[in-house]
């Protein structure tokens, strides 16, 4: 079983930063792309982040030179560190991991971001 677990979202003003992490328990880290994404309320979750099992990265325009997705396969973990946060960043953060099979999804850490 392949279970995922999100942390580091709260509260921060326009122009912070904060840190997400997703560690894996499970299935084999090292072959998963791993992938960050968000909804905002009342919109459609949409891909935010991805960093392939090889350490190739990938973003959306919206967050490209703010956002860094990386990954520790030791520790089955995946980071998402957000800087020069915007409003508009309010959302709901999910991980997911991509496999040949099934993906998996954690169950999403909420990013607030006030002006």
């Known amino acids: 079983q392949v279970l995922l677990a999100e942390s580091g979202g709260g509260s921060v003003q326009a122009g912070g930063p904060l840190r997400l992490t997703c560690v894996v328990s499970g299935g084999n880290f090292h072959i998963y792309d791993m992938k960050w994404y968000r909804q905002a309320p009342g919109k459609e979750r949409e891909l935010v982040a991805t960093?392939?099992?090889?350490?190739?990265?990938n973003y959306a325009d919206s967050v490209k030179g703010r956002f860094t997705v990386s990954r520790d396969d030791r520790k089955k973990t995946v980071y998402l560190q957000m800087n020069s946060l915007k409003v508009v960043d309010t959302a709901v953060y999910y991980c997911?991991?991509?496999?040949?099979?099934?993906?998996?999804w954690g169950h999403g850490t909420q990013v607030t971001v006030s002006s």
């Open positions: 997911k991991a991509a496999t040949c099979g099934p993906d998996y």
């Open positions: 960093v392939y099992s090889g350490g190739t990265t």
